[in-house]
């Protein structure tokens, strides 16, 4: 890596995990050079009936710490 991209890298994970977490996604979205506007279209439709799956209480939200546990329990065979 060259030393402009190290310190970069050095203060990009200095940053607080929302702000990383921002900046991971601005990177990714840079390297989409086409927008397909059906799919843009499809996921805005998706994002909003999520939504109201959880405002109408259809869909109901687990803890990340009880996903992580699930995850951790398949993965070692529990």
């Known amino acids: 890596m060259v030393p402009e991209l190290s310190d970069i ?9 929302e702000a990383r977490a921002a900046l991971a996604g601005s990177l ?13 279209e499809a996921w805005s439709l998706e994002i909003a009936r999520r939504m109201d799956d959880l405002d109408s209480g259809k869909a ?9 546990r699930q995850i951790s329990s398949l993965l070692n065979g529990r």
């Open 9 to 17: 890298l050095k203060k990009a994970l200095e940053l607080p995990q």
């Open 28 to 40: 990714l979205e840079s390297l989409d050079e086409t927008v397909d506007e059906s799919a843009e």
């Open 60 to 68: 109901k939200t687990v803890p990340w710490a009880e996903v992580r």
